[in-house]
């Protein structure tokens, strides 16, 4: 149901700790670092999501967990979307497979099916319409802690990652977080690489936008998300990617024609207000950002993603329907494709791009629905901020590599199963109050002022 808990009560750990947690690890913790001892490249956030995975297998053995049960278009979509990965496993490693690029296979599909397991076990574990708050609240914090350790490497080239070298843990590859582009500091955060540092932070400004306006017009506090905002928004700009300022043009298209039209005017001159402050604040930042999408003709990542075109057009006439195996196209061996939808149909075939897309269009579905089967202002809203949310790694996959990156897959497939439990929530909200389940409101119309009748003389 969409009701709250009462204060002072205290919810016992469910789907929406376990998910919490996830999301924290993603982001508090270099993505570079891998669990010492094994023989893959296990992270900890994919050790999370692999727990969660078995938690939720084993609570649906039983009906004592209050773990949902029954049909959901989101976990549909979740289970094709594994069932591909699987098809595209075998038919790969039936087939001879070079060392390398058979345990990058192999990784790969430990991942995917983490990542999977997140997004169903937010579907069906994230109970109420407070628990999903709650895990959305814990997205935007853990997205601004990485924007601030992000901030910090641009302004002071501080790195705040010596100092999150937890026990038990190694790096893997070089632990290079301060990159350069037009002689600025390019930061990435916590995050592999400052693409999808910046996709990140603008993924979490829909939910930090949604929050802040919630507590200003239902009460409670916002503050706080007005300044989870403020650090996302900046962070997203230092980024120096053309994916994140895309991400937050994606973010101002959902959220601005939703809001009321006061809010919108005042939206747009806040717009107008951050862009001039970072001008003033940050000189030649916002010039940078400007030219990058200026000089795209000749800029040379542009001429490398062409580039990938004619690349991937020679490999996937030979592996049309399930690609070559998910992980085996190394890009220091093949050359990089910086484009998430190509790199599917290259790795996963037809099948798997397709069901790619078909998972964000049936998490927009969801939350759509959401959005009109309640009457709820609440969830009205938030299913336009999930919404915002989930277009910015769909849109910008498009731009890099978006699977290849642990902490965006990470949150998209939350993203994902969120889109789920919203819908779930609505539809026991609706059967509790003895509605159909897809109940439909009727439309408001304005009402007509009446006009006096004629008199005829």
């Not at 999903?132 to 997205?139: I, N, Q, R, T």
């Not at 705040?160 to 037009?182: D, F, H, K």
């Not at 400004?205 to 998300?225: C, E, N, Q, S, T």
């Not at 230092?238 to 994916?243: T, Y």
Request: one cysteine or more; charged letters at 15%.
């Amino acid at each position: 149901m969409a009701t709250t808990k009462a204060p002072g009560t205290r919810t016992p750990a469910d789907g929406a700790t376990l998910a919490c947690v996830y999301a924290l690890v993603m982001t508090c913790i270099p993505a570079m670092l891998v669990v010492k001892g094994l023989p893959l490249a296990v992270t900890p956030g994919m050790a999370v999501g692999l727990v969660m995975g078995v938690l939720w297998f084993c609570a649906q053995l039983v009906t004592t967990l209050g773990v949902a049960k029954g049909r959901n278009a989101a976990r549909t979509a979740l289970f094709l979307f594994a069932s591909a990965q699987l098809a595209t496993y075998g038919v790969a490693t039936y087939g001879y497979l070079p060392q390398d690029e058979l345990q990058a296979i192999d990784r790969t599909l430990i991942t995917m099916l983490a990542v999977i397991s997140v997004g169903i076990a937010v579907t069906d574990g994230v109970r109420g319409l407070d628990r999903l708050d709650k895990l959305l609240k814990a997205m935007v914090v853990g997205a601004t802690f990485m924007a601030f350790v992000g901030i910090m490497q641009f302004s002071f080239a501080f790195d705040l990652n010596q100092y999150l070298m937890l026990p038990g843990l190694r790096p893997v590859g070089e632990m290079t977080y301060i990159l350069e582009r037009s002689n600025f500091r390019r930061p990435a955060g916590t995050a592999a690489h400052p693409i999808e540092f910046g996709v990140i932070c603008s993924m979490a400004v829909p939910l930090a936008i949604h929050y802040a306006l919630r507590g200003m017009d239902h009460g409670g506090a916002h503050k706080r998300w007005w300044f989870c905002l403020a650090i996302l928004a900046v962070a997203s700009m230092q980024s120096l990617s053309r994916s994140a300022v895309l991400g937050l043009a994606i973010v101002a298209i959902f959220m601005i024609p939703a809001m009321t039209p006061k809010r919108r005017v005042r939206a747009l001159g806040l717009i107008l207000v951050f862009v001039a402050a970072m001008r003033v604040l940050v000189p030649g930042l916002v010039g940078t950002l400007y030219s990058l999408f200026a000089s795209i003709d000749v800029d040379p990542s542009a001429e490398s993603r062409r580039r990938a075109v004619e690349r991937a057009s020679q490999i996937i006439p030979d592996h049309l329907l399930l690609g070559r195996g998910m992980g085996t196209y190394i890009p220091q061996k093949y050359g990089w494709l910086d484009n998430e939808y190509l790199g599917t149909l290259v790795q996963s075939g037809l099948i798997g791009v397709t069901l790619l897309i078909g998972l964000y269009l049936v998490a927009w579905y969801c939350v759509l629905r959401a959005r009109v089967a309640t009457t709820d202002p609440r969830i009205k809203d938030l299913a336009v901020a999930i919404a915002a949310a989930i277009a910015v790694p769909a849109i910008t996959s498009a731009t890099f590599d978006l699977l290849g990156f642990a902490v965006a897959t990470g949150y998209t497939f939350l993203l994902v199963g969120a889109a789920g439990a919203l819908w779930r929530i609505v539809q026991e909200d609706n059967a509790a109050r003895g509605l159909p389940i897809d109940f439909l409101p009727p439309a408001r119309r304005p009402r007509r002022a009446s006009r006096p009748e004629k008199v005829r003389v």
